[in-house]
């Protein structure tokens, strides 16, 4: 009956009610920062005067014909540049190098029988589950510890370090559904490891692989708690960028800075989705 | 051909080197440094940041409340964030769970295309920035903010209600970035459910409450209970949303984190604190894997 | 000069809960030049970690496995002059056809103009020329076996090893493999080194059997020794149905033996390798046992037994006679038409007569 009764018209109603409230919980506050990055009111975003673009086109150096802009409340268009370049640059890195790190990982676990797997399982994914503070607070204690002076480059450590695990989760997921056959046939018709690897392997897992460097990539640039303990002064990020200015105040620029933050996301997002279904 | 290595040596070469990047930046960037921190939790602090080799319990002494010398009154004022913290991260836990059990059956019920935009649209938000999120509720909540100017224009009140600075704004900040997390294992469950048991259960007479909570429940509590444990977490350890969403009136153990290390450069308390939470984060990590590794050696997947 | 032989390999693997379980006990083989070799034996009984070892996918605890003398110790799998068709065929999915085959030749870095010329003629071999451009998801079961065929013999192994290859294969397509399996190999001239646990298609194919079980070789032979012969209990249980006796050799006239058995019975049996005193197992398969006596000279022995079940199985009815002590003989006796008024029904007294040559002595274990 219970099924009946899920099936009925009266639960179907109510359910895809409940999904409409909670897609709207979701989705709507991030859709109120949409409309307000469009509203020219300078002083109090929540009263709508007139539709702009102009919040978007001081990002990039544009001028405004709004009379009650104020200059003096906008970041320079090249400050913006230079924290985007940086996060970028960040990622890029600690995406590269933590894809290897983390696929390497994943061969070893899913090819290999070793004493205390169990106990490294747990390890690998220990990043993922420890707080972001305290990692944060144990990569400024070695960086400080070590002598490190605080940069883009201790950033990018500190990042690879948590992505590797992140990159294992997919890749070993990928890894789990190949057929382990395929690599004795090609040891078995002359094939060292090596090219085993480039010539069977990883093409089986490439969908994981990219999926994990996505993954990766956009976690990196929207890192905000671990880089906001082991950036330096003159490495910023742009997440940390939109944090010094909420600090400082909230100004209708930042809406239109978190558009086109949110828009990059859910676009590198959805290129992961693409490539994760099409399976090959 | 004289190759004296067996097929055994060979692979455990391989394993080594594959083994050895992850393991070694572990060490050295997360390992050691949180050993590091233990031994400093029981350091004394020096007087322009640093540390004093000395052994000094008072770190953990003050967050307990002890005073430190004869001026100090007997002041828990750093426990009672900390429980503060437990609370809030509790009520965390609370309400993603009521927000995402009934959004699991929703999805669980969809078919095809529906169900995986419906997966893609509620896992999306997890990309946007943190501070994003965060950003929009402060744009609802404030006094200036979205809520209060609709309240205000539609005559409902006349001076703007205080929704922000409370453990409430913290708490749905907190909801707000924590669901992707509750959603998911609920959902996997939830997915895995055998409708034959609920099927089994009507045909032994229970009516729909009884099997709710007779059979559908207790099914999906090993989804609920992961999804409580990865949103738990986060949420006690967490500094950036009553940073701003709590501003200075509501402060969790994060927040005292950061002014430990940051600020008054008192590391070994801020150690301590850490330390703290770690604990409580092993606490529930070694509870869910045993909790895990029970499930598996009885058969249930 | 022998071939490919091993000598006395062991191979155990640790289980979880921390016991020890023995995949090869002191096996020794040796493997013919230009042979067609069977490994049979049931599941789990080792026949396939021999495979695995001599392909080098594993190594063994101990033992040799040398080919031509040479020992194969330390050779990793990619450098032995073996190739292996696996029971999933294991074709690489993201290339086609003509890439699988040639993929060894690929690895080895063979000019193209070559290359392309062998993977033609190993397609050719099995049946399967203009196919170079598909892809492995687009072959049946059948095709597919054929490319991970001519993917291994285009590289012109010293022995192709395959394991279980037919078994994914349905009744009739398995039967036709069979045959051309058997005459590839016959026209190729490549050892071949065969696992399976379908002792009719090992019957078929082999020049030599070694049946295999619990980690050992029970014996290595041609099918009709293995059928006519049976070195022991679980071959001539394995190999065909048997009805095996126990008993003690109580008389013995020439190469006639008299046999009592366990139920008193007094049965007669030929064989010059035991004496008066000897203990031992009679095996009569079902076909020797008939319904009435022949008539060739030699006299018959007898057993009688009360029908207990009668089977029919289109061609043989086959019925279990209960011969006493809980002891039941299984007797094929040939159906043709216009049988009907002679069927035998489930209670009858029968005698059932064989001769004596027909019966096969093993030593019994245990004295």
Same mark, same amino acid.
């Given at each position: 009956?219970?099924?009946?009764?899920?099936?009925?018209?009266?639960?179907?109603?109510?359910?895809?009610?409940?999904?409409?409230?909670?897609?709207?919980?979701?989705?709507?506050?991030?859709?109120?920062?949409?409309?307000?990055?469009?509203?020219?009111?300078?002083?109090?975003?929540?009263?709508?005067?007139?539709?702009?673009?102009?919040?978007?086109?001081?990002?990039?150096?544009? $001028?405004?014909?709004?009379?009650?802009?104020?200059? &003096?409340?906008?970041?320079?268009?090249?400050?913006?540049?230079?924290?985007?370049?940086?996060?970028?640059?960040? &990622?890029?890195?600690?995406?590269?190098?933590?894809?290897?790190?983390?696929?390497?990982?994943?061969?070893?676990?899913?090819?290999?029988?070793?004493?205390?797997?169990?106990?490294?399982?747990?390890?690998?994914?220990?990043?993922?589950?420890?707080?972001?503070?305290?990692?944060?607070? $144990?990569?400024?204690?070695?960086?400080?510890?070590?002598?490190?002076?605080?940069?883009?480059?201790?950033?990018?450590?500190?990042?690879?370090?948590?992505?590797?695990?992140?990159?294992?989760?997919?890749?070993? $997921?990928?890894?789990?559904?190949?057929?382990?056959?395929?690599?004795?046939?090609?040891?078995?018709?002359?094939?060292?490891?090596?090219?085993?690897?480039?010539?069977?392997?990883?093409?089986?897992?490439?969908?994981?692989?990219?999926?994990?460097?996505?993954?990766?990539?956009?976690?990196?640039?929207?890192?905000?708690?671990?880089?906001?303990?082991?950036?330096?002064?003159?490495?910023?990020?742009?997440?940390?960028?939109?944090?010094?200015?909420?600090?400082?105040?909230?100004?209708?620029?930042?809406?239109?800075?978190?558009?086109?933050?949110?828009?990059?996301?859910? &676009?590198?997002?959805?290129?992961?989705?693409?490539?994760?279904?099409?399976?090959? | 051909?004289?190759?004296?290595?067996?097929? *055994?040596?060979?692979?455990?070469?391989?394993?080594?080197?594959?083994?050895? #990047?992850?393991?070694?930046?572990?060490?050295?960037?997360? =390992?050691?440094?949180?050993?590091?921190?233990?031994?400093?939790?029981?350091?004394?602090?020096?007087?322009?940041?640093?540390?004093?080799?000395?052994?000094?319990?008072?770190?953990?002494?003050?967050?307990?409340?002890? %005073?430190?010398?004869?001026?100090?009154?007997?002041? #828990?004022?750093? =426990?009672?964030?900390?429980?503060?913290?437990?609370?809030?991260?509790?009520?965390?836990?609370?309400?993603?769970?009521?927000?995402?059990?009934?959004?699991?059956?929703?999805?669980?019920?969809?078919?095809?295309?529906?169900?995986?935009?419906?997966?893609?649209?509620?896992?999306?938000?997890?990309?946007?920035?943190?501070?994003?999120?965060?950003?929009?509720?402060?744009?609802?909540?404030?006094?200036?903010?979205?809520?209060?100017?609709?309240?205000?224009?539609?005559?409902?009140?006349?001076?703007?209600?205080?929704?922000?600075?409370?453990?409430?704004?913290?708490?749905?900040?907190?909801?707000?970035? *924590?669901?992707?997390?509750?959603?998911?294992?609920?959902?996997?469950?939830?997915?895995? =459910?055998?409708?034959?048991?609920?099927?089994?259960?009507?045909? *032994?007479?229970?009516?729909?409450?009884?099997?709710?909570?007779?059979?559908?429940?207790?099914?999906?509590? #090993?989804?609920?209970?992961?999804?409580?444990?990865?949103?738990?977490? %986060?949420?006690?350890?967490?500094?950036?949303?009553?940073?701003?969403?709590?501003?200075?009136?509501?402060?969790?153990?994060?927040?005292?984190?950061?002014?430990?290390?940051?600020?008054?450069?008192?590391?070994?308390?801020?150690?301590?604190?850490?330390?703290?939470?770690?604990?409580?984060?092993?606490?529930?990590?070694?509870?869910? =894997?045993?909790?895990?590794?029970?499930?598996?050696?009885?058969?249930?997947? | 000069?022998?071939? /490919?032989?091993?000598?006395?390999?062991?191979?155990?693997?640790?289980?979880?809960?921390?016991?020890?379980?023995?995949?090869?006990?002191?096996?020794?083989?040796?493997?013919?030049?230009?042979?067609?070799?069977?490994?049979?034996?049931?599941?789990?009984?080792?026949?396939?970690?021999?495979? @695995?070892?001599?392909?080098?996918?594993?190594?063994?605890?101990?033992?040799?496995?040398?080919?031509?003398?040479?020992? /194969?110790?330390?050779?990793?799998?990619?450098?032995?002059?073996?190739?292996?068709?696996?029971?999933?065929?294991?074709?690489?999915?993201?290339?086609?056809?003509?890439?699988?085959?040639?993929?060894?030749?690929?690895?080895?870095?063979?000019?193209?103009?070559?290359?392309?010329?062998?993977?033609?003629?190993?397609?050719?071999?099995?049946?399967?020329?203009?196919?170079?451009?598909?892809?492995?998801?687009?072959?049946?079961?059948?095709?597919?076996?054929?490319?991970?065929?001519?993917?291994?013999?285009?590289?012109?192994?010293?022995?192709?090893?395959?394991?279980?290859?037919?078994?994914? /294969?349905?009744?009739?397509?398995?039967?036709?493999?069979?045959?051309?399996?058997?005459? /590839?190999?016959?026209?190729?001239?490549?050892?071949?080194?065969?696992?399976?646990?379908?002792?009719?298609?090992?019957?078929?194919?082999?020049?030599?059997?070694?049946?295999?079980?619990?980690?050992?070789?029970?014996?290595?032979?041609?099918?009709?020794?293995?059928?006519?012969?049976?070195?022991?209990?679980?071959?001539?249980?394995?190999?065909?149905?048997?009805?095996?006796?126990?008993? @003690?050799?109580?008389?013995?006239?020439?190469?006639?033996?008299?046999?009592?058995?366990?139920?008193?019975?007094?049965?007669?049996?030929?064989?010059?390798?035991?004496?008066?005193?000897?203990?031992?197992?009679?095996?009569?398969?079902?076909?020797?046992? @008939?319904?009435?006596?022949?008539?060739?000279?030699?006299?018959?022995?007898?057993?009688?037994?009360?029908?207990?079940?009668?089977?029919?199985?289109?061609?043989?009815?086959?019925?279990?006679?209960?011969?006493?002590?809980?002891?039941?003989?299984?007797?094929?006796?040939?159906?043709?038409?216009?049988?009907?008024?002679?069927?035998?029904?489930?209670?009858?007294?029968?005698?059932?007569?064989?001769?004596?040559?027909?019966?096969?002595?093993?030593?019994?274990?245990?004295?």
């Amino acid at each position: 009956m219970f099924d009946r009764i899920l099936n009925s018209k009266i639960w179907g109603f109510f359910f895809k009610g409940y999904g409409f409230l909670f897609l709207g919980f979701l989705y709507l506050p991030l859709g109120l920062i949409f409309v307000y990055s469009f509203n020219a009111n300078s002083i109090n975003m929540a009263v709508w005067t007139e539709f702009t673009f102009d919040w978007y086109l001081t990002i990039f150096g544009g $001028a405004s014909s709004q009379s009650s802009f104020d200059a &003096a409340f906008t970041e320079s268009p090249e400050r913006i540049f230079e924290v985007v370049k940086h996060s970028v640059i960040v &990622a890029l890195s600690a995406s590269t190098v933590s894809t290897v790190i983390g696929t390497a990982t994943a061969l070893a676990l899913a090819r290999y029988k070793f004493v205390g797997k169990r106990f490294y399982q747990a390890l690998l994914v220990l990043p993922m589950i420890v707080p972001d503070i305290v990692l944060g607070i $144990a990569l400024l204690i070695f960086f400080v510890g070590a002598g490190f002076k605080l940069s883009l480059l201790t950033i990018i450590i500190g990042h690879t370090t948590f992505l590797s695990s992140y990159v294992f989760v997919v890749v070993s $997921a990928r890894l789990a559904g190949m057929d382990t056959s395929l690599e004795q046939a090609s040891a078995d018709l002359g094939a060292g490891p090596i090219t085993t690897f480039r010539r069977v392997t990883l093409p089986q897992i490439m969908p994981g692989v990219v999926g994990g460097f996505l993954l990766a990539f956009i976690i990196s640039l929207d890192d905000v708690v671990i880089t906001y303990f082991i950036a330096g002064v003159g490495a910023q990020t742009l997440p940390l960028f939109i944090l010094a200015m909420m600090r400082r105040g909230l100004r209708p620029q930042i809406n239109a800075l978190a558009v086109l933050l949110l828009l990059f996301s859910f &676009a590198v997002a959805a290129i992961g989705l693409y490539l994760r279904s099409r399976k090959s | 051909m004289a190759i004296s290595d067996t097929v *055994l040596k060979r692979k455990r070469r391989t394993l080594i080197m594959l083994l050895a #990047p992850f393991t070694i930046m572990l060490s050295v960037f997360f =390992l050691i440094p949180l050993g590091i921190m233990m031994v400093y939790s029981f350091l004394e602090p020096g007087l322009y940041g640093g540390v004093e080799w000395n052994w000094y319990p008072y770190n953990y002494g003050r967050i307990i409340g002890w %005073p430190l010398n004869d001026y100090e009154e007997f002041e #828990p004022i750093y =426990l009672k964030i900390f429980l503060n913290s437990v609370q809030i991260a509790l009520m965390t836990v609370i309400g993603t769970f009521l927000l995402c059990y009934p959004a699991a059956f929703w999805v669980s019920r969809m078919k095809g295309a529906k169900k995986n935009l419906a997966l893609f649209l509620i896992t999306l938000p997890f990309f946007a920035n943190l501070l994003v999120r965060i950003y929009a509720w402060l744009l609802l909540l404030r006094p200036t903010g979205f809520f209060n100017t609709v309240l205000q224009s539609a005559g409902l009140i006349i001076e703007p209600l205080d929704l922000l600075f409370t453990n409430f704004s913290v708490i749905i900040g907190m909801v707000y970035i *924590l669901t992707p997390f509750m959603f998911l294992p609920i959902y996997a469950n939830v997915e895995k =459910l055998d409708y034959s048991m609920v099927r089994a259960s009507q045909d *032994l007479g229970a009516n729909p409450l009884q099997t709710f909570r007779r059979v559908i429940l207790p099914l999906t509590a #090993p989804g609920i209970i992961g999804g409580s444990v990865i949103v738990f977490i %986060p949420a006690l350890g967490n500094f950036i949303v009553p940073s701003f969403l709590g501003g200075s009136k509501v402060q969790m153990t994060g927040n005292l984190i950061e002014r430990s290390f940051l600020q008054s450069r008192d590391w070994p308390f801020g150690a301590a604190l850490a330390l703290l939470i770690m604990a409580s984060v092993v606490v529930l990590v070694v509870f869910q =894997l045993s909790r895990q590794a029970k499930a598996e050696a009885r058969g249930v997947s | 000069m022998s071939f /490919l032989k091993i000598t006395s390999a062991q191979k155990a693997y640790k289980t979880p809960e921390g016991g020890l379980i023995h995949a090869l006990d002191d096996v020794s083989l040796n493997v013919r030049n230009n042979e067609f070799l069977t490994l049979l034996g049931p599941s789990g009984c080792g026949k396939t970690t021999l495979l @695995k070892c001599i392909a080098g996918f594993e190594d063994i605890d101990a033992g040799e496995i040398t080919l031509e003398e040479k020992s /194969l110790k330390g050779v990793p799998a990619h450098r032995r002059p073996f190739n292996t068709v696996f029971q999933n065929y294991a074709l690489f999915p993201h290339l086609n056809i003509s890439d699988n085959v040639g993929y060894g030749l690929d690895v080895a870095r063979v000019s193209r103009k070559e290359r392309n010329h062998r993977v033609d003629e190993a397609l050719e071999l099995v049946g399967l020329t203009g196919f170079g451009s598909r892809e492995p998801s687009q072959l049946s079961g059948g095709q597919q076996q054929r490319v991970a065929l001519a993917r291994s013999l285009v590289l012109k192994p010293r022995v192709l090893l395959l394991d279980e290859p037919l078994s994914a /294969l349905d009744r009739k397509m398995r039967e036709t493999m069979q045959i051309e399996l058997k005459n /590839l190999q016959h026209s190729v001239g490549i050892t071949f080194v065969f696992v399976t646990h379908d002792q009719e298609e090992a019957l078929a194919m082999s020049d030599r059997i070694a049946v295999v079980a619990h980690g050992k070789v029970q014996q290595l032979a041609t099918p009709t020794e293995i059928y006519d012969e049976p070195a022991n209990e679980f071959v001539a249980n394995f190999v065909g149905t048997s009805n095996i006796f126990s008993g @003690k050799v109580v008389a013995k006239e020439g190469q006639i033996l008299t046999i009592e058995t366990a139920n008193q019975r007094q049965v007669l049996a030929s064989s010059d390798r035991f004496d008066k005193g000897d203990h031992v197992e009679l095996v009569l398969r079902p076909e020797h046992l @008939k319904m009435s006596p022949g008539g060739n000279g030699v006299p018959d022995s007898c057993i009688e037994g009360t029908v207990v079940a009668e089977i029919f199985v289109g061609s043989e009815m086959h019925l279990h006679v209960d011969v006493g002590r809980g002891r039941t003989a299984i007797v094929h006796h040939r159906h043709n038409r216009g049988d009907e008024g002679e069927r035998i029904e489930t209670g009858t007294d029968v005698k059932l007569y064989y001769s004596p040559n027909a019966a096969h002595l093993i030593k019994a274990v245990g004295g």
